[in-house]
């Protein structure tokens, strides 16, 4: 029995899809290149008898706050459980704590990872070929992979200095209602941007609500940097913290303030829907019946290790983060400096100055694609992210992102100096080419 | 912002997807009465304690088999990881320990239950609206609901006493082709299906598969309950293991082995996939690319405990559910005696005689739905499933499932003198109504 791909859904097929797998395959093919790819958390700080505790920990909140006995513990941490997880409440907790959002805890689905929740909302949202997606350019490939399986179409929206061109969203959604579209929703990250590091400013925030409201368009708002500012500004609140309307669906992550190997997230979908029968649900209920058929429900071994790490620090991952938010903002601030003194003032390389997060995408002076990254991986040791992948549209793209994440500064001066090297020798070799010609 | 029902995806308003849902919240709703319907394992022999030591002993293989350093270990078990898994190597030897099969490792991949791996299967596979999946009737509702979240049309094919009516098989792909479809697999458990029970026997397994290489038809073999056999007979091979044309697409579950709450399965898929540039893949790798965009990859704590579960027991599953297969054979046993005592010879009662797994077949002479089950709750304070949701077309169906896997005898003895009562209260009353009318 032998298939053909073009007889497997279409999403195989695509380019979205293959990133992913593009991007491990070429860090593994080069284990001594220096990566400045990794989106990953730092992990010095990983303990392995910590597991220990985080389950004690959590065992020990269903004996002493929930009142279980030793069967209910058993069946609650081995059995098949609630579709919508067991953390919810430590889940609203941390959103009260940290976020002050006052969230219902039956408005939590608690994910395999935020991938997860992503999927489940697209596949809710897209019940018609007229239904479209816009999201946010340039948009994190994980969004697009999962709206290829589900053949929904994704349309970028503008991106400013400030995260959104309002104007441009105003006139996408439009410009697919003209054409007998569907605009179900916009994706978008509104802190310290994977891949941009971009964050949108306060009033922008409040000008995003108003517009979906206007648009009566829900907004996909995805937060899995906001913990990570790196100077000593206070954090914004998120868009959902502003949301009076119920206009946003949040889509949370334990994979950059927990671990990513729990593969916890969740999603708060507070918007009511009507039923047939004129009775009202939460979205929640709705995404949980598709859960159902998905993954049944998230490992709650797996919960209870976030629980523990919850319950630990008061519910608050500000305060659980605390060494790792320091490494993240000596790090990038450590690379920005470290870009100024390779690429000085009247250099053709200019690159963003995020405020917090993993990520700075470099402008270079040529395109960036994968053949680029193989050749900057094996002649220069050095691998980042070409900024291509970010986009859906095949135009070749002029950057590339390097992220802070997962290094030493030490691993970044290397690293920085290998990109200099890389860039010069590229600029050179193009200059060659054209004088030659 | 509020939502309609309408405005969501199709399988919403679908009974399929609320079957689950409706089935837990009469559990939940009747908690004092005996339930005969839950197909969970049995959960006497869980043990807290245990998930230290699995973990420990799985870092230990990490550390003195994979030779893994104290950091490499912390990135497996903590950080994002390898799609297919991290416990593929174990699989396979559990599968040629238990099963006698020789699998690639690299055609495995680890899931989030059995379900992301039917999930997963039925994406790659549903590539265009004429494609569609035959299922051997009954059917475990958890792959109609997973097909309904992919619109892919779900056909049944009979079922007989030895488990599926080939003919029947036959005759549905000729229909389907003949209306220009494409059937793109049949699902089946060949070992005590869910919720039939039906083993099929060896015979029918090499005419299974002769017939699926004739008409050039993929196999799916879902196998959660293989390994409990109530009896000494020795098990039969999978189709999997008597597979030599890569036909069979082998799915396999832990819930009913080693823990639900682990919620980790996996998938063989060693078929060849052909791509555009002519180049061969496993259909595994293609699986994994839609798994990187749905749950990016199976928490590696949740697949650590699976792991060290295996490594004790020499990755025999075999081996590590004795005392639960001694438990599921003498509670089957217990509950076909109590049928016979309950309804002699010449009641209107039948019943299924399986030769393993958790569930017997018992058909009455009157509809079973669920306003019955509500009423069987709350007046006679047993629960059981209505076979109807095994079907998928609607039509009235006269028998129920029960379940022997998470009770006692003594429950099964209260459970069964409740259904005594129920069935005997059913037919005096509709005898009633019919001598009224």
New interface residues.
């Given amino acids: 029995?032998?298939?053909?791909?073009?007889?497997?859904?279409?999403?195989?097929?695509d380019p979205a899809?293959?990133s992913?797998?593009f991007l491990n395959e070429v860090a593994q093919h080069y284990p001594d290149a220096v990566s400045l790819a990794a989106g990953?958390?730092y992990?010095e700080f990983?303990?392995?008898s910590a597991?220990?505790r985080y389950?004690d920990t959590f065992?020990r909140h269903l004996v002493d706050d929930l009142g279980q006995s030793p069967?209910q513990?058993?069946?609650t941490?081995?059995?098949?459980?609630r579709?919508k997880g067991i953390v919810h409440h430590l889940v609203a907790r941390n959103l009260a704590v940290d976020e002050g959002m006052t969230v219902d805890p039956e408005a939590i689905v608690v994910t395999?990872?935020c991938?997860?929740a992503m999927?489940l909302v697209l596949?809710?949202?897209?019940?018609d070929p007229r239904d479209v997606l816009l999201a946010v350019a340039p948009t994190y490939v994980?969004l697009t992979?999962?709206a290829?399986?589900l053949d929904l179409a994704v349309r970028p929206v503008a991106t400013t200095e400030s995260g959104v061109d309002l104007a441009d969203l105003r006139g996408q959604i439009h410009r697919a209602r003209s054409e007998g579209l569907r605009p179900r929703a916009c994706y978008l990250m509104p802190d310290f941007a994977n891949p941009s590091g971009v964050s949108i400013p306060m009033s922008d925030r409040r000008a995003l609500l108003d517009l979906a409201?206007e648009e009566?368009l829900?907004l996909i708002e995805d937060n899995p940097y906001g913990l990570f500012p790196a100077g000593d500004d206070r954090r914004l609140p998120t868009l959902k913290a502003l949301d009076t309307?119920?206009?946003v669906i949040y889509l949370g992550s334990f994979?950059k303030t927990v671990?990513?190997?729990?593969?916890?997230g969740y999603v708060v979908a507070d918007?009511?829907?009507?039923?047939?029968d004129g009775a009202t649900s939460l979205?929640a209920d709705?995404l949980?019946?598709?859960k159902?058929?998905?993954?049944?429900?998230?490992?709650?071994?797996?919960q209870a290790?976030v629980g523990g790490v919850l319950l630990e620090h008061g519910c608050s991952l500000v305060a659980a983060t605390a060494r790792e938010r320091v490494v993240y903002a000596r790090n990038l601030r450590h690379l920005t400096d470290g870009l100024v003194r390779r690429f000085p003032a009247g250099s053709s390389v200019r690159w963003t100055a995020p405020t917090g997060g993993f990520f700075v995408v470099v402008t270079v002076p040529f395109p960036v694609d994968d053949a680029l990254l193989h050749r900057s991986a094996r002649e220069y040791g050095v691998l980042w992210t070409p900024m291509a992948h970010f986009y859906d549209d095949g135009i070749p793209v002029h950057a590339l992102r390097l992220s802070v994440s997962a290094v030493t500064p030490e691993d970044i001066d290397r690293g920085l100096d290998r990109i200099a090297e890389f860039v010069a020798g590229e600029v050179a070799g193009r200059g060659a080419v054209a004088s030659a010609y």
Avoid at 1 to 13: C, I, K, N, P
Avoid at 259 to 264: I, K
């Fill in positions: 029995m032998e298939l053909h791909v073009d007889d497997l859904h279409a999403a195989l097929g899809l293959n992913m797998n990953r958390p992990e990983f303990e392995f597991l220990h389950l065992r069967g513990v058993h069946r941490l081995f059995q098949y459980g579709t395999v990872g991938q997860e999927f596949r809710a949202l897209r019940a994980g992979g999962a290829r399986l409201q009566n829900l309307n119920r206009q994979a671990l990513p190997g729990a593969r916890v918007q009511r829907v009507v039923g047939a979205l709705q949980a019946k598709v159902s058929m998905v993954t049944v429900n998230t490992s709650p071994l797996a290790v």
